[in-house]
T-cell receptor, first 112, second 115 residues
Framework: EDQVTQSPEALRLQEGESSSLNCSYT??????LFWYRQDPGKGPEFLFT???AGEEKEKERLKATLTKKESFLHITAPKPEDSATYLC?????????????FGKGTKLTVNP | DTEVTQTPKHLVMGMTNKKSLKCEQH?????MYWYKQKAKKPPELMFV???????INESVPSRFSPECPNSSLLNLHLHALQPEDSALYLC??????????????FGPGTRLLVL
């Protein structure tokens, strides 16, 4: 069974204090790994899609990396507005299976 | 433009009511999804429509009835819901090519409260 585990569950940072969120996965045939940001009561906002080990993508203060077993979301010099829950999800298996398997998320709080 | 819209934003209904949630996208996507999200939990897949045909039903109770009138619209009809069905209902869409991992774009959600 496909599994996604995110750590830590919650993370508190001071503004400007860089850190990383982890997403480890166990799947058969990874087709894509996705990072989303979700604010309370709102829908997940797409951040990155990664397809193969070694791939990296960046957007403003965020950088996502992928290995064969895990992905990291690096946050450089975070600001209070980066506070949100960050969700990792994977899509695996044969073509035609559109199901996303989500981790439980990491709740990030950035204090000014 | 990667916008998925959902109406209404909030809905309060009794257990005997019938209501519908609506979702719309104009990105030319051919796959559309309904998810249910309880507080402090990740989204859980309910239904997938691919080219207007139901392709995945995650054993959802029959009091939830999806409908895909065309490639841009997705409805979720609600009838005789239970209080435990109160949640954030999310719609998403993706290209629908079923090849490499496809990015799903989510709408803002409908906050449903069943009394």
């Amino acid at each position: 069974e496909d599994q996604v585990t995110q750590s830590p569950e919650a993370l508190r940072l001071q503004e400007g204090e860089s850190s990383s969120l982890n997403c480890s996965y166990t799947v058969s045939g990874l087709r894509g790994l996705f990072w989303y940001r979700q604010d309370p009561g709102k829908g997940p906002e797409f951040l990155f899609t990664l397809y193969s080990a070694g791939e990296e993508k960046e957007k403003e203060r965020l950088k996502a990396t992928l290995t064969k077993k895990e992905s990291f979301l690096h946050i450089t010099a975070p600001k209070p507005e980066d506070s949100a829950t960050y969700l990792c999800a994977v899509q695996a298996g044969q073509g035609g299976s559109e199901k996303l398997v989500f981790g439980k998320g990491t709740k990030l709080t950035v204090n000014p | 433009d990667t916008e998925v819209t959902q109406t209404p934003k909030h809905l309060v209904m009794g257990m005997t009511n019938k209501k519908s949630l609506k979702c719309e996208q104009h990105m030319g996507h051919r796959a559309m999804y309904w998810y249910k999200q309880k507080a402090k939990k990740p989204p859980e897949l309910m239904f997938v429509y691919s080219y207007e045909k139901l392709s995945i039903n995650e054993s959802v109770p029959s009091r939830f009835s999806p409908e895909c009138p065309n490639s841009s619209l997705l409805n979720l009809h609600l009838h005789a819901l239970q209080p435990e069905d109160s949640a954030l209902y999310l719609c998403a869409s993706s290209l629908g090519t079923s090849g490499i991992g496809e990015t799903q774009y989510f709408g803002p959600g409908t906050r449903l409260l069943v009394l």
